[in-house]
């Protein structure tokens, strides 16, 4: 991350761990910093002309001592080194720019480049480029970046697999052509991972250590996080619930590839089963949820057995993972209608069922994602030491995004 191969070993050590007090701090003195690390004075001076020569501390005030006493306060350049995050979909990408205390710099929204492939690649790239301009910091000081996509990344291979919604991605080591292109470190991963992530970060997860997200729209996903990290498995594919063998014959043909429960609750499915059952065709899955407030009794119970079901695969996925929570998400997930009757479904089917609560983040859940994994990776790779691993906090949650 930082070149620091001319020190020695145990100042590379001191200077990480001095980077890792002022971000967990803010600012703090020369003094509480020695106290708080066991440095002696002359070691922090060194520490700090090695740190102030390289742009990465500044003064931030001062704070009183003892009578008549001040002493200056320091902080850490929080703009040294930023981390880019992008939420790619079918449709668009969303992409921030946020400084190392996780505060959103700059971002934007452009539709995927339909051509996919290396041209969405060269997109990325592109996007995190003019995030920097428009932030008015040099590109350079992008030291990291995370990817969420709709699909499986497998961390062995570095591939991507099971992206069927952007062409030219199947296979293709992303991370690795990024990091090509635009010459920071990059890590990948599925989209609903980094949703449930940007809920620990700002969302309902943020005080709960085992909880999972469920997205539920055209498809169905799910993010885990298990003893507060992400659950990705052997292939990157924890979480593909849309297989699992509920709501419909997994033995099925017709539901091999999309998965029993997506052709059971996804959008295709709860179309077909209220026009089926004599609901009005043509409508959308929103305007089918609309209609229950206006006293649609299809609409009401194709509802209902939506929610039956997908309380079927909670109680499934609870077996396996206990989570203390499910979040719910995505343009069907968010709706309070479904809230209602999982909660109503729950306790008939478990004897001690989850909480069940809405993302309150929306469609930003994925891109909060992917700048708090980039926080998480940049803290883990400041200053760091070949052969030293100084376990590394993950990143607060902040009180407001601007």
């Keep these: 991350m930082i070149d620091l191969s001319g020190l020695a070993t145990t100042r590379q050590i001191t200077l990480r761990t001095v980077v890792h007090v002022l971000l967990d701090r803010g600012a703090v003195s020369r003094a509480e910093l020695a106290r708080l690390t066991g440095l ?145 470190a990059v890590h990948v991963g599925n989209d609903v991972n980094m949703a449930a992530k940007g809920e620990q970060w700002m969302g309902e997860g943020r005080d709960v250590d085992n909880f999972v997200f469920i997205a539920l729209g055209t498809g169905v996903g799910m993010g885990i996080i298990n003893e507060r990290q992400i659950l990705r498995g052997a292939r990157g594919a924890a979480g593909e619930i849309s297989t699992l063998p509920v709501g419909a014959d997994a033995f099925d043909g017709r539901t091999f590839h999309a998965g029993a429960l997506e052709t059971s609750i996804g959008s295709v499915a709860i179309r077909g089963r209220y026009e089926g059952w004599g609901g009005v065709a043509g409508l959308t899955v929103r305007q089918i949820v609309d209609r229950v407030a206006e006293g649609d009794r299809i609409a009401a119970a194709t509802l209902d057995a939506v929610a039956r079901t997908l309380a079927e695969a909670i109680l499934a996925v609870s077996a396996v993972v206990d989570p203390e929570r499910v979040v719910l998400g995505g343009s069907i997930g968010a709706r309070p209608e479904l809230l209602e009757r999982v909660q109503h479904f729950l306790p008939l089917c478990m004897p001690s069922p989850p909480q069940c609560t809405i993302s309150q983040l929306g469609s930003r859940a994925g891109l909060y994602g992917t700048v708090a994994n980039s926080l998480d990776w940049l803290r883990k790779s400041l200053f760091q030491t070949p052969g030293y691993d100084i376990p590394m906090p993950e990143a607060k949650p902040l009180e407001a995004m601007p």
């Design 40 to 184: 002696s004075k002359q070691t922090m001076s060194e520490v700090f002309r090695d740190l102030e020569g390289g742009g990465w501390v500044q003064i931030a005030g001062k704070t009183q001592g003892g009578v008549g006493r001040s002493a200056a306060t320091y902080e850490l350049c929080a703009d040294r080194a930023l981390v880019f995050g992008a939420d790619v979909g079918g449709t668009k990408v969303q992409a921030a720019l946020a400084d190392m205390h996780g505060t959103i710099l700059a971002e934007m929204i452009e539709p995927t480049d339909a051509r996919g492939g290396e041209q969405v690649i060269a997109q990325l790239a592109r996007m995190s480029a003019n995030l920097a301009g428009r932030a008015g910091v040099p590109k350079e000081r992008i030291f990291m970046g995370s990817i969420g996509i709709p699909g499986a990344y497998d961390e062995r291979s570095k591939r991507l697999f099971m992206v069927p919604n952007i062409a030219g991605l199947e296979g293709s080591p992303l991370a690795e052509r990024l990091e090509s292109a635009t010459g920071f």
